[in-house]
C-alpha cells in the first residue's frame, strides 16, 4: 500500500499539511518565548525589576519596568545587581569601571557619587538588555504599585524629592 502526498488534486490536502506545519511552528516559537522570558525567580534567565527612586533619571524614571538578561556585563552596560547585605533589594545601576573578579564599580545616572557596593559573582543579577521608554510613551498610567519592599537602607541612599507621591494614586 502506497501512502498518497497531499496534492492540489486532493481535497484540502495542502491546506491540512500547511496547518500542521503552522501549528508546529507556532509550538515552536511558543517554547523558545517561554524559554527566553521565564524569570530568574522559577531558575530562568530573566529578571523583571521595577525602578525605584530617581537614581537612574534621566535614563529610566521611577517605576518603570526594565528586563535583564543573566549575560556578561562589561564597563557601560546598565545591571541589576543585588548586594548580600541589603537582603534580597536590587539596584539597578550603570558599571562605570572594575570588572567581575574584583568587583563592579556602579554609580547611578543621575548621582553624583559612586556605589558603596562593588557586586561580584552571583550579586549580579543580569545586564538590562531592553532599551529605555521612549520620552512621551503613557507609562505610568493607571493604578501605580505601592513602595512596599523597599529597603531601610535604599531610602538612605535615594530619599524622596519634594513633592514627589509615594504610595498609590
Given at each position: 500500500?502506497?501512502?498518497?502526498?497531499?496534492?492540489?488534486?486532493?481535497p484540502?490536502?495542502?491546506?491540512?499539511?500547511?496547518?500542521?506545519?503552522?501549528?508546529?511552528?507556532?509550538?515552536?516559537?511558543?517554547?523558545?518565548v517561554g524559554?527566553?522570558a521565564w524569570?530568574?525567580?522559577?531558575?530562568?534567565?530573566?529578571?523583571y525589576?521595577?525602578?525605584?527612586?530617581?537614581?537612574?533619571?534621566?535614563?529610566?524614571?521611577?517605576?518603570?519596568?526594565?528586563?535583564?538578561?543573566d549575560?556578561?556585563?562589561?564597563?557601560?552596560?546598565?545591571?541589576v545587581?543585588?548586594?548580600?547585605?541589603?537582603?534580597?533589594a536590587?539596584?539597578?545601576?550603570?558599571i562605570?569601571?572594575?570588572?567581575?573578579e574584583?568587583?563592579?564599580?556602579?554609580?547611578?545616572?543621575?548621582?553624583?557619587?559612586?556605589d558603596?557596593?562593588?557586586?561580584?559573582?552571583?550579586?549580579?543579577?543580569?545586564?538590562?538588555?531592553?532599551?529605555?521608554?521612549a520620552?512621551?510613551?503613557?507609562?505610568?498610567v493607571?493604578?501605580?504599585?505601592?513602595?512596599?519592599?523597599?529597603?531601610?537602607?535604599h531610602?538612605?541612599?535615594h530619599?524622596?524629592?519634594?513633592?514627589?507621591?509615594?504610595?498609590?494614586?
Amino acid at each position: 500500500m502506497t501512502q498518497q502526498q497531499p496534492d492540489a488534486t486532493r481535497p484540502g490536502g495542502l491546506h491540512r499539511a500547511a496547518r500542521v506545519t503552522a501549528e508546529a511552528v507556532g509550538w515552536v516559537l511558543l517554547v523558545v518565548v517561554g524559554w527566553l522570558a521565564w524569570p530568574a525567580t522559577l531558575g530562568g534567565l530573566t529578571s523583571y525589576v521595577l525602578v525605584s527612586g530617581e537614581s537612574m533619571l534621566p535614563t529610566y524614571d521611577p517605576k518603570d519596568m526594565v528586563i535583564a538578561r543573566d549575560v556578561e556585563p562589561q564597563v557601560g552596560d546598565v545591571i541589576v545587581y543585588a548586594p548580600a547585605s541589603l537582603e534580597g533589594a536590587q539596584i539597578v545601576h550603570r558599571i562605570i569601571g572594575g570588572d567581575a573578579e574584583s568587583g563592579w564599580v556602579l554609580q547611578g545616572d543621575n548621582n553624583d557619587f559612586i556605589d558603596p557596593f562593588e557586586p561580584t559573582g552571583d550579586e549580579v543579577k543580569g545586564v538590562v538588555q531592553a532599551p529605555p521608554p521612549a520620552r512621551g510613551s503613557p507609562r505610568g498610567v493607571g493604578p501605580q504599585p505601592p513602595d512596599v519592599g523597599v529597603s531601610p537602607v535604599h531610602r538612605r541612599c535615594h530619599p524622596p524629592v519634594a513633592g514627589a507621591r509615594r504610595g498609590r494614586v
